[in-house]
Every structure is written in structure tokens, then in C-alpha cells.
């Protein structure tokens, strides 16, 4: 593993997809990070292996990982698929321990890599579907669980990319336009219509599905 030379905005690496608690590419990370200072330069995903460890090992990584300012990107759809596999009883949900990222106020995303391909053949990529996904996988059930998801899918990925994505008089606005009542609402019901908005134009536009039920049509 190399990290790019200097000038280079920043590094994403692919750590740790592994149910073996032994598997710990993120040390090496972390101490290379430390010595060529790519700190807020730096992310790392998947990270699943630190599940699979003690608490304690698990905690001081993240620990360093917060100090040395490294990222964290989870990518719950393909770790669910993936990992845990071989185990016989008390199967892993193979996600990294998302929670305690969390509680320690690291900076974590919610992402999608593998999407239609032989390792992970389903999934189109959209972040509302991944955000459900892992609030399944982590248990993040309370509002304030929810709101860190919207999170996790907007701020805390511009944060990783050095942005900002505050809409403001005079700024540049690129967004996704979801009609819903609230945060509980858009995850619960995901609904379909999507508007993109990018460089001052409406790029694409997804419809609404309606489904209309005639009478006599019933299905058991």
C-alpha cells in the first residue's frame, strides 16, 4: 500500500474485508499516515475485521484512527452480503463497528461499492437504500440514530471530500431532491422520485412508481 505523493488531496483505501480479527491493514495505515502527515487525507473502508476482534483492540484502533485524523467509510450492502459467511453459530453482520465510530465522534459515511457484479448482484447504487441498510446492520433505531444517518450520507461525505454542502444565496447548489415528510418517513417509505440537480441544470429525473389496485385483484 502506497499513499500518494504530496499534493495529492487525499487517499482511499480499501482495509480490512476480513472476519479474521487478526487481519489489521489499518495499523499499517495509521502509522503511515503518522509519518508522511496525511492527516484529513485519508480514508479507510470496509474495516470489517475490527468487529470481529475484542472490544478493547477494536476501541484503540479507532482511537488512533480519530487521532491521526484518518476517515471511515462503511459499506454495509456488500459487508452483509459478504462477510460472516463461515460462520456456524452467532453469524457476523460483517459491518465495522459503526456504533462506536459514533460514539466516539469519529468521522464515518455510509457508502455503496460492489453494485450488480458476481460479488454483490444487487442494488443501484442509491444512498437512501443504503442508509436503511445500515440501520438495519447497526441497530441505529432512535431519531438521533436516524438524523446521523442523513448525516452520514450528506455532510460527513463532503467533510471526507473537503466540501462543504450548504445551499447558499450565491453558491454553487448541486443536490438530490426527494419529496418525503420527515427523515423517519424517507427511510421508512424510500420513495421513487428522485430530481437531480448539477452545475445549474436539472440533470435526471426518476418518476415516482404508482401501483393501482383494481378491484377484484387479490393476491395471496
Same mark, same amino acid.
Given at each position: 500500500? &502506497?499513499?500518494?505523493?504530496?499534493?495529492?488531496?487525499?487517499?482511499?483505501?480499501?482495509?480490512? %474485508?476480513?472476519?479474521?480479527?487478526?487481519?489489521?491493514? *489499518?495499523?499499517?495505515?495509521?502509522?503511515?499516515?503518522?509519518?508522511?502527515?496525511?492527516?484529513?487525507?485519508?480514508?479507510?473502508?470496509?474495516?470489517?475485521?475490527?468487529? !470481529?476482534? %475484542?472490544? %478493547?483492540?477494536?476501541?484503540?484502533?479507532?482511537?488512533?484512527?480519530?487521532?491521526?485524523?484518518?476517515?471511515?467509510?462503511?459499506?454495509?450492502?456488500?459487508?452483509?452480503?459478504?462477510?460472516? &459467511? =463461515?460462520?456456524?453459530?452467532?453469524?457476523?453482520?460483517?459491518?465495522? &463497528?459503526?456504533?462506536?465510530?459514533?460514539?466516539?465522534? !469519529?468521522? *464515518? !459515511?455510509?457508502?455503496?461499492?460492489?453494485?450488480?457484479?458476481?460479488?454483490?448482484?444487487?442494488? =443501484?447504487? =442509491?444512498?437512501?437504500?443504503?442508509?436503511?441498510?445500515?440501520?438495519?446492520?447497526?441497530?441505529?433505531?432512535?431519531?438521533? =440514530?436516524?438524523?446521523?444517518?442523513?448525516?452520514?450520507?450528506?455532510?460527513?461525505?463532503?467533510?471526507?471530500?473537503?466540501?462543504?454542502?450548504?445551499?447558499?444565496?450565491?453558491?454553487?447548489?448541486?443536490?438530490?431532491?426527494?419529496?418525503?415528510?420527515?427523515?423517519?418517513?424517507?427511510? #421508512?417509505?424510500?420513495?421513487?422520485?428522485?430530481?437531480?440537480?448539477?452545475?445549474?441544470?436539472?440533470?435526471?429525473? &426518476?418518476?415516482?412508481?404508482? #401501483?393501482?389496485?383494481?378491484?377484484?385483484? *387479490?393476491?395471496?
Amino acid at each position: 500500500m &502506497r499513499l500518494p505523493l504530496p499534493g495529492i488531496f487525499s487517499s482511499t483505501l480499501h482495509a480490512d %474485508e476480513q472476519d479474521d480479527p487478526e487481519v489489521r491493514s *489499518i495499523c499499517h495505515i495509521i502509522k503511515q499516515v503518522k509519518k508522511y502527515n496525511y492527516q484529513k487525507k485519508t480514508t479507510a473502508g470496509h474495516l470489517c475485521s475490527l468487529s !470481529a476482534m %475484542e472490544e %478493547e483492540a477494536a476501541f484503540s484502533i479507532i482511537d488512533e484512527m480519530i487521532q491521526e485524523q484518518i476517515y471511515a467509510v462503511t459499506l454495509p450492502a456488500a459487508n452483509l452480503c459478504l462477510q460472516g &459467511r =463461515d460462520d456456524k453459530k452467532n453469524v457476523r453482520r460483517g459491518t465495522t &463497528r459503526v456504533t462506536s465510530f459514533l460514539e466516539k465522534e !469519529a468521522v *464515518i !459515511a455510509v457508502g455503496s461499492d460492489n453494485v450488480n457484479d458476481p460479488f454483490h448482484p444487487f442494488g =443501484d447504487g =442509491d444512498m437512501l437504500l443504503t442508509a436503511l441498510v445500515a440501520a438495519y446492520a447497526n441497530h441505529l433505531t432512535s431519531q438521533k =440514530d436516524i438524523s446521523r444517518l442523513f448525516q452520514m450520507i450528506t455532510t460527513k461525505p463532503a467533510e471526507i471530500f473537503g466540501q462543504t454542502n450548504h445551499i447558499q444565496e450565491g453558491e454553487k447548489a448541486d443536490f438530490v431532491l426527494i419529496e418525503g415528510k420527515g427523515e423517519v418517513e424517507l427511510l #421508512s417509505v424510500q420513495p421513487g422520485g428522485r430530481k437531480v440537480y448539477r452545475n445549474s441544470r436539472w440533470v435526471s429525473e &426518476r418518476q415516482e412508481t404508482v #401501483s393501482v389496485w383494481k378491484k377484484g385483484n *387479490i393476491y395471496a
